[in-house]
């Protein structure tokens, strides 16, 4: 990643900030108004998103920084603790607004001034639709775990503000109370799954996951296309570590080859993968020919 796309990540991570503390307390003050404790589900799941906001705007600028003597290969990784700290915090806030439903499911009533709370409350999710979409497409270009995590959080809420909406409508049309409470325990469920996929994403690129199989098929075609000279290429490996991606692998060579012919070979390669993943790390091993080969294989095509 560049520095004018981590200035990009940054001065996102940094607007989030505001605007979850201002769709905060849009929501709150719906439950206000309201008394609805769907309402107040809906909100706390925003304090959620303050504190995901803050703690990724302070972990992706740790995130960006060079790599150091105990760093080599960087601190890309320290995005997804951002993440499942995110995610955490989400299973938390389900657990609190299930406490609070339960606790009305015995004693429901129906909302005061429900027509302003509710128009509150869909004002809050026009925002967060708005900034969900944003980050989510700014995650993916700018290969932002925290920012992705971030907004599919921000998209799960915005579904959850549409379902309290029709589920008080309901209750409000039926008059029956208890849709109230019964909504808000239907929320934390679907907040509970939300938190769950953030933590397992996240707990992939810990643990050193591979790209996608539809990258790694694209990788294997820049290299097969760009090893002319070679002899092929075994033993591929990917991992990817927040915004960067590790590929190596083994290139085998003739054995009369010198080494300038098969460094411009490696030059070539990592010009390809480059262009396909911007700023991935390459590490290649360059072998004779006659060793045993391993792993991954790749065919190189040949020129014609």
């Not at 706390?44 to 504190?51: D, R």
């Not at 129906?110 to 708005?130: C, E, R, T």
């Not at 039926?174 to 019964?182: H, K, N, R």
């Amino acid at each position: 990643m560049n520095e004018e796309s981590n200035l990009a990540v940054r001065k996102l991570a940094l607007w989030g900030i505001p605007l979850s503390l201002g769709v905060l307390g849009l929501k709150m003050a719906a439950w206000w108004v309201t008394g609805s404790v769907a309402l107040l589900s809906d909100g706390l799941e925003s304090v959620v998103n303050v504190a995901a906001a803050f703690i990724a705007f302070f972990v992706i600028r740790y995130a960006q920084r060079p790599a150091d003597h105990d760093h080599p290969f960087g601190h890309h990784k320290a995005e997804y603790l951002s993440a499942v700290t995110e995610g955490i915090l989400i299973v938390v806030a389900a657990l609190l607004i299930v406490q609070e439903a339960i606790s009305h499911l015995y004693a429901p009533r129906m909302l005061d001034a429900p027509v302003l709370g509710l128009g509150i409350n869909f004002v809050a999710g026009v925002i967060n639709a708005v900034w969900a979409l944003l980050l989510i497409r700014a995650g993916k270009a700018h290969r932002s775990p925290a920012l992705s995590a971030d907004g599919q959080h921000i998209m799960s809420d915005v579904v959850t503000s549409v379902g309290v909406l029709i589920g008080l409508l309901l209750a409000i049309a039926t008059g029956y109370a208890i849709f109230d409470p019964v909504l808000a325990i239907l929320v934390a469920i679907n907040i509970l799954f939300q938190g769950w996929k953030v933590i397992s994403h996240s707990i992939g690129g810990l643990m050193d996951q591979a790209v996608t199989p539809d990258e790694e098929e694209v990788i294997k075609q820049a290299i097969a296309t760009h090893a002319n000279g070679s002899l092929g290429v075994h033993d591929l490996k990917t991992r990817r570590a927040g915004a960067v991606t590790f590929v190596d692998f083994h290139l085998v060579v003739p054995a009369g080859m010198s080494v300038r012919q098969a460094h411009d070979i490696c030059d070539r390669l990592e010009d390809a993968i480059g262009e396909i993943h911007a700023g991935a790390r390459i590490t290649i091993h360059v072998e004779p020919e006659g060793e045993k080969a391993h792993g991954i294989r790749v065919k190189v095509i040949k020129e014609a």
